[in-house]
C-alpha cells in the first residue's frame, strides 16, 4: 500500500482482556518499529524489527507485551490481560533503511476499562 | 527515560512570526530528527541532520545542532495557522543502535 496501515484505529477492551494490534508496514520496508503513547507525553520505544534479525525487544514494559512479524511482512503486537495503564495510542513506523524516512501509522488508540 | 527533551513544552505565537524550539539529548547520536504530530496520531518525518552537520534547511525551516553541547533547535520562520501541531525531536545512534528515541515534544499553537 502507500503507506503504513494500522487496525484497528480504536479499540475499547475491558480490564484482563489480550489484544492484538496490527500494523501493514510499506512494501518492502525491512525496518519496522511499535511505539507507545500516553496522552499528552512522547513517543515510548517498544521493540523493532530488521529483517530477519532477533528483534530489538528491549522497550517492551512487561511479559504481557509481545510482537510478531513475519519476514517483512505485518506485525502483530499483543497485549495479555490488559490493564488501565496500557491506555495509550499505539503507533506502528516502517524505514526502508533504518533510521532514516520513517513513514508513521495512524496508530491505534487501546482504551482499556 | 527519554533521551531527548524538548523546551518549551508549549509555545503559542502569532501567525507570521517565527517560532524556535529546542531539544537536548544525553547519549552520543548518529543523526537527529524532527517530526510533527498533528491530533495525537502518526507523526510526519520533517529533516534529519547528522552528527557531523551544523545546520540544514527545508523550506521555512531550519535545524541546527550543537554535539558540543547535545543540542539542537527547530525554527519556523512566517508561521502560519496550519503549524499548529506537536514537534518531537527523534535520535539515533547508528550502526547497530537504530532505533529511534523521541523527545517529550513541544506543543506549538499558532493564533491567527
Known amino acids: 500500500g502507500a503507506g503504513v496501515s494500522q487496525s484497528p484505529s480504536n479499540k475499547v477492551t475491558e480490564k484482563g482482556k489480550d489484544v492484538e494490534l496490527r500494523c501493514d508496514p510499506i512494501s518492502g520496508h525491512t525496518a519496522l518499529y511499535w511505539y507507545r503513547q500516553r496522552l499528552g507525553q512522547g513517543l515510548e520505544f517498544l521493540i523493532y524489527?530488521?529483517?530477519?534479525?532477533?528483534?530489538?525487544k528491549s522497550g517492551l514494559p512487561s511479559d504481557r507485551f509481545s510482537a510478531e512479524r513475519t519476514g517483512e511482512s505485518v506485525s502483530t503486537l499483543t497485549i495479555q490481560r490488559t490493564q488501565q495503564e496500557d491506555s495509550a495510542v499505539y503507533l506502528c513506523?516502517?524505514?526502508?533503511?533504518?533510521?532514516?524516512?520513517?513513514?508513521f501509522g495512524s496508530g491505534t488508540r487501546l482504551t482499556v476499562v | 527515560s527519554q533521551q531527548g527533551e524538548e523546551d518549551p513544552q508549549a509555545l503559542s505565537i502569532q501567525e507570521g512570526e517565527n517560532a524556535t524550539m529546542n531539544c537536548s539529548y544525553k547519549?552520543?547520536?548518529?543523526?537527529l530528527q524532527w517530526y510533527r504530530q498533528n491530533s495525537g496520531r502518526g507523526l510526519v518525518h520533517l529533516i534529519l541532520i547528522r552528527s557531523n552537520e551544523r545546520e540544514k534547511h527545508s523550506g521555512r525551516l531550519r535545524v541546527t545542532l550543537d554535539t558540543s553541547k547535545k543540542s539542537s533547535s527547530l525554527l519556523i520562520t512566517a508561521s502560519r495557522a496550519a503549524d499548529t501541531a506537536s514537534y518531537f525531536c527523534?535520535?539515533?545512534?547508528?550502526?547497530?543502535?537504530?532505533?529511534?528515541?523521541f523527545g517529550t515534544g513541544t506543543r506549538l499553537t499558532i493564533i491567527p
Open positions: 547519549t552520543s547520536i548518529n543523526n
Open positions: 527523534a535520535t539515533d545512534g547508528g550502526f547497530g543502535n537504530e532505533k529511534l528515541t
Open positions: 513506523a516502517s524505514s526502508l533503511v533504518a533510521p532514516y524516512g520513517y513513514t
Open positions: 524489527f530488521q529483517g530477519n534479525s532477533a528483534p530489538d
